[in-house]
Each structure stands twice: as C-alpha cells, then as structure tokens.
C-alpha cells in the first residue's frame, strides 16, 4: 500500500490554521505524556508510598481530562484539513496546500491513544487508582486516629509493589507520546 500525494490545490487562511493547530496541539500533547513519564514520574517514584500514590492520583486525575482533550482536538483540526483540502473547490482561496490522506493518518494516530491506553494501561491503572484513593483517605486521618492504629502501614513489600506499579506505569504510558508525535510528524508531512 503506498500512500499517494494529490495535486497541490488552494486553500484558505482557516485550512491554514487548522494545519498549524494540529500539528502544534499533538506536538504539545506529546511533549506533555513525554515529560510525565521521563520527568514526573522519576521524581514521585523518590516520595514516600502514600504520598507517591496520592501525586500520582493527582496527576492522574489532571492528565485524563487534559491530554485526550487535546488528542481529539488535534485529530478534529486534521480531520478538517482532510476534508477541506479534499472538498476545496468551494473554498475561498489564499494559500497552497498538498492534498492527501495524511491528515486522516494523523487524526487516526491522534485517536489511538484512547484504545492504546485501554489495551495497555487500563490494568494499572485500575490498581494504581485504588490504591491512590486509599492513599488521599489516609491522608485525612487526624494524628489521633493514626496513632490508634487507623490509616495504610505500607510493608517494604507494599512499598516496592507500588512503586514497581508507578514506574510500569511511567514506561506504559510513553506509547501515547509516540503515537501523538508520530501524528504531528506525519502532519508535518502532510503539510509542507
């Protein structure tokens, strides 16, 4: 299968934003995910266990609303070049653009994160999650109620589980930095 480049054909100033949206936001997105794992990931792995599950829930809990926010975002705006540059001749016209199927491959790219992240992380996730809100009940206990005997004493062996866990968490999830940049390259491509 090979992938053909059309005709180069006008477009306007909108087609010429979305390009730059695209490729920008799935860049953006792959930095973001890029630096959870080789940046943020490291340094909570260096925290207590309670505390380490609650950064890490709250990272968590940020990160689901931000990056697959900024993934269909990105797959939209390359879905809307697509058909644009495929649909152009009622378009008004200002700029030059290559028109192919590119930008359905990088709005593709975009979206795959979501199965990606079913497929490979859902597992660990579901075990760090309940054990990071375990971690956020703890941490409200009075000092009383921790002194008689209530909240998480983390074994050594609890605490290497959860960290193994953070850590195999850190290195699952830099597919998804993959993936978007593999988008925004393929983008590039597409557009230039």
Do not use: H
């Not at 260096?46 to 809990?61: C, E």
């Not at 009940?137 to 605490?159: H, I, M, N, P």
């Amino acid at each position: 299968m090979s992938i053909s480049i059309n005709a180069p054909v006008e477009v306007s100033s909108a087609v010429r934003g979305a390009q730059v949206a695209s490729v920008f936001i799935s860049a953006a997105a792959a930095g973001g995910t890029l630096g959870l794992s080789t940046f943020l990931v490291p340094r909570i792995l260096d925290s207590p266990t309670g505390l380490m599950l609650r950064q890490w829930g709250r990272m968590y809990n940020a990160g689901k609303i931000v990056f697959p926010g900024a993934a269909a975002t990105a797959a939209v705006a390359f879905g809307y070049v697509y058909y644009a540059t495929n649909n152009a001749s009622g378009l008004p016209t200002s700029l030059e653009v290559s028109a192919s199927n590119l930008p359905l491959v990088a709005a593709g790219l975009c979206l795959s994160i979501v199965p990606y992240t079913m497929l490979a992380l859902l597992p660990t996730n579901k075990q760090l999650l309940a054990k990071a809100q375990a971690a956020e009940e703890d941490a409200t206990l009075s000092k009383a109620d921790r002194a008689a005997g209530a909240g998480t004493v983390y074994t050594t062996q609890e605490e290497q589980a959860a960290k193994q866990l953070v850590d195999r968490w850190g290195v699952l999830s830099l597919g998804r930095p993959l993936l978007l940049g593999a988008a925004s390259l393929v983008g590039l491509i597409a557009f230039l």
